[in-house]
């Protein structure tokens, strides 16, 4: 679904010049490619995940559940979630 606002500026684009842009929210904007977790994880305490995304855990812990939620910062990490479960850098 997309906004009134941003269906505004795309008309007003086009009838302006024909140029087009795709417009980002901020999670996408501000999303950064971590070198580690260590730098990931002062920035986001407990990781970042992908929606939906459920920590893998074993036996009687409990998982993650407090991790930030965003697509765009998970996709630049997913370098940092060594057991792919969709989670990166997950914390307690």
Do not use: Q, W
Request: aromatic share 6%; proline share 2%; charged share 30%.
């Amino acid at each position: 679904m997309v906004s009134r606002l941003v269906r505004g500026v795309l008309a007003l684009s086009l009838a302006l010049g024909g140029s087009t842009f795709v417009a980002v929210g901020p999670a996408e904007a501000a999303a950064k490619r971590y070198k580690n977790c260590t730098a990931l994880n002062k920035v986001y305490k407990h990781g970042v995940g992908k929606k939906g995304a459920k920590d893998k855990v074993r036996g009687k812990t409990k998982p993650v559940t407090n991790f930030k939620v965003s697509n765009a910062i998970y996709a630049k990490n997913t370098h940092l979630d060594r057991d792919r479960d969709g989670i990166a850098c997950e914390k307690r």
